[in-house]
Structure formats: C-alpha cells, structure tokens
C-alpha cells in the first residue's frame, strides 16, 4: 500500500512538474509573441508655429485708472513689484517690462477676472482677426482647435467645462451616448484594452456558402485595413500643390492609412504606392493601368463605361466618387450593381446636399439604402465634406460610414490660411504657409491624426465599444436633439420644432 502512494506521489511530482516546465514554456512563447506584437500607435510630438493664430482675445487697460490702481498697489504691498505688476492677471497678460501699460494679450485665456475686477479700466475683447478666420461652417473654433491639435497632438482641454450650447447645426445637433462611469475597463486613450480603430476597405460577402466538401464556394472578402478611419481626401480649390502632396503621401504612410491625390499629381510626382489613391476623370479611367502598387484607385463620378474600363485595366479597387447631387441614389446602386467596392460620397464642405441636407441625414440615407438592398457588407463608404472637428468622425461613422476623408482640416493643420466662402470645393481659395517645411507638416499632420484618433478611442471607449467597425451605423448611440426637443416640447403651446440656423 504504502509502495503504491509513495508511486502516486511519484507519478503526480513527475506530472507536476511537467505541468510547470509546460507553463513556464507556455510563459516563454506567450512573452515571445507579446514582444514581437506592434501595438498600433501615432507618434506625436509636439512641434512650434509658423505662422501662430492671431491671438484670441484684445486687452484693452485706461492707462489713467491703472495708474491710480498701482499708485494703490504701490502703498499696499511696496517693495514687492512683482505682486504688484502681476496683479490682476495670474496669467502673466499685466507682468510685461512695464506691466499693464503694454499688456501682453497673447497670454489672456479670457478668464474675464481683470474686468470684473476692475470693469473700470479694464476691457477684454474678442479679437476680431481671430473672428475672421474661416467661414460660417468652419469657425474660428474649429480652426483654433485644429492648430492646438496639430501642434501637440493632444486632446485638447482646457479644464473650464463646455461653455458652448447643448445643441446647435450639423453635427452639434447630435449627442452621443456615453457613460464611461461604468465602463471603467474600456478607458479610452489610457489603452489598460485594446480598442481598436482600424477599418476595412473593400467587399466581404453577405453569407458564405460551402459545397458538400466544405470548400468555399462563390466570393471571398476582398479588402485590405487602414489603421484609422481618417482618409485624406483631394486638397481642395487652389490648396494642390506638389509640396502639400507629399506632405499628405508621408503622413499617410506613416500612420497607415489613404491618400487621395489627383492622378496627374500622383503620375508626375511618380507617386505610385499602396497608401495613393489616384483619383481620375471618368474620360481618363484606362489610365487606372499606370499605378501598379494602388490598392485603390477612384472614379471622379459615375459612368458605367468609364467603371468598366477602369476595371479593366487595373487589379486595384476602383471605387466612385459620388456627389450628393440629384440623383445620387441611383448612381449609387448602378455603381455598386456593377461591381464598386468602394463608394466615396461628398457633399460640399459645409455639408450639406443642394438641398441643404446635412450630411449625417444623406449619409444615414446610404448606409440604409445598401442595407435595404441586402448588401451594406459587400461595400466600403467613405464620406467627406463637413468634417471639421474630432467629434465629427464619430457622428459621421454614427451615421453609416465607414471612414471619413478629410480635406480643410489638412489645411488648417498645418497653419495655411483660407480667403471668402469655404463651401464649394473648387471655389476654396487660401494659401499654405511660405516656408512649408516638409517634416514639420509631416509632423502636424501626424499629430492631428493622433489627437482625433485619441478623441475617437474616448469615445468608443465611454460608449464601450471595443472597435470602430462597431461604431458603423449605430443610430442608437445618438441621440438628434431637434428629436429631443421635438419630444420634450411638442405638445406645449408656442414651441416651432428646434431648428438651428
Ligand atoms: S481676462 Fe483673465 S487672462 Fe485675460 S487679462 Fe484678464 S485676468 Fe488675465
């Protein structure tokens, strides 16, 4: 007996220790593929300007009531000059050489404190330079936000709490449903899980279907992935340039994702790689044949002779640039009958259609027309035209796209400057700055991808929601406030429906 148990134990020390060479081993080959795993990220850095903004705020001081406040001061606190040139302003605007007398207005956060303090003497302004950057649709906010973004790759905070409306046009009029609290292992930009935000371009079949040998049969997914749902589209108006284009071909490769270049652009400069995505006048669609390495290449409008041609000629993707101009559904399903992968729709950069529909309307339009049609799957949208801020990637992949491409935010990244009306695309006129550094527009570039790519992973995160693919679609994480406000107010006497000019 006792023989017996002692060969037991013997057989089960010999198990056991096996079991830990085994899970030492295990331990060893797991660390090897976790060293070997390259966790998707966005090198930022921050870099300086070149051209600054106009600062935000004027600082106007009568210097006669100065003079009798520090006249005061001077009693007060003598011989401490730096509290007394210091004072009202922690944020250093009064602590210049000669202290308010030449007011450093750069400095001023517009935390409004020296003229409630003083309302005497003391006025805090907008500045109106700062108020004529952009247009109606892209603001001086948008364009400021963009800068900060571009220049440190951030998320930009300012701690002050949102000061804005809880509602407004476009975009501002969705909401989007988040309760980070209790999701706390989903936590965003501080990454403890992985959330990820690559997408997928291309087709992938409804169903797959197998013959009796449990062989494949009919299609197989026809894609590739893209690191971020952000596409940088055709600079638009007079902003091509050969330097902007290899500014974008960079910050493409380098964050792993798409460039849309017009296909002369992408000849002449021998722009020829997966990350190019020639872009190319339907009476020019053979000439798809000259890019070997583009994984995709697109059709500057519908036309069923030209799709075919471009077919024809290349073995990349040949996806369609579809206006939202009348008629826009049907082109859509043509191009999509007759084999399209990809679909870019643009409405103008304001966002809206000839109607003046906004984009998130037009776009969940798509996105439902497809899946009436039984094939949202077999196709990839990428949308454009409106996307000014951080949260309009989300709304707009909220609203069915898969990717969103961007266009004025490339300029204001890196600090050109734009002149009149920014609505029509071909009508955009600006300028890029007059020493565009390359790396340091590379830079910018890559840091605007990083901090929209953060706000994004924020988001998801609050949502809980593991992956932007998830995101596609997903109406019930929005909320419309005119429908809110249409629920809540409807019935009371007096209340018109919450429109937003
Ligand atoms: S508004 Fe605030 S930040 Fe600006 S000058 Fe006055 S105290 Fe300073």
Known sequence: MLDTITSVERESRTNLLTLEEFGAESARIGREIADGYDRYHIDVNEVDDIDPLPHRFLVKVGKIGLAKFIAKEVLMYFPHFDVIFSRPCTYG???????????????CVGCLRCTVQHPDFVKVLPNPKMLALGDSYTTHGHIAAIDEEAKR??????????????????????????????????????????????????????????????????????????????????????????????????????????????????????????????????????????FHAARLVELEGWDAHA???????????????????????GMLTN????????????????GRDQD??????????????????????????????GIVGADHVPKAIISGMDAVTLDLPVLFAIQGRSRGSLKHRDKVRGKLPKKLDHDWAV????????????QLLEILGAMGIREVRR?????GRSMVVKHLEDEAFGEILGYHGGEYA
């Open 153 to 290: 790759g951030m998320v930009p905070v300012r701690g002050q709490g949102y000061r804005g409306r809880f509602g407004g046009p476009g975009f501002d009029g969705m909401l989007t449903d988040m309760s980070e609290i209790v999701r706390p292992s989903r936590d965003g930009i501080h990454g403890r899980e992985l959330i990820g935000t690559s997408v997928d371009i291309g087709s992938k079949p409804m169903h797959l279907s197998f013959d009796e040998n449990g062989s494949l049969l009919d299609s197989v997914p026809d894609m590739f992935t893209i690191q971020i749902p952000l596409v940088f589209d055709l600079p638009p108006g007079d902003l091509g340039s050969d330097a902007l284009a290899k500014v974008i071909d960079s910050t493409s490769n380098l964050v792993d994702t798409l460039a849309c270049l017009d296909a002369n652009t992408a000849s002449r400069l021998e722009m020829d790689a997966p990350n190019i995505v020639p872009v190319l006048a339907v009476e020019d669609a053979a000439r798809a044949s000259e």
């Open 93 to 107: 605007v009064f602590s210049g050489p000669v202290g308010g007398f030449a007011p450093r207005p750069k400095l």
């Open 356 to 385: 003046g529909t906004f984009v998130s309307d037009l776009f969940k339009e798509a996105h439902m027309l497809l899946i009436e049609q039984g094939r949202r799957d077999t196709v990839t949208l990428l949308g454009g035209g």
């Open 335 to 350: 191009a999509v009958d007759s084999g399209a992968k990809v679909i870019h729709l643009l409405a103008d950069l304001h």
């Open 471 to 475: 995101l596609r679609g997903e109406f």
């Open 307 to 329: 799709f075919e041609a471009a077919i024809n000629a290349t073995d990349a993707m040949v996806g369609v640039r579809i206006h939202f101009d009348e008629g826009w559904q």
């Open 443 to 454: 830079q910018r570039l890559t840091n605007l991808c990083g901090s929209w790519r953060d």
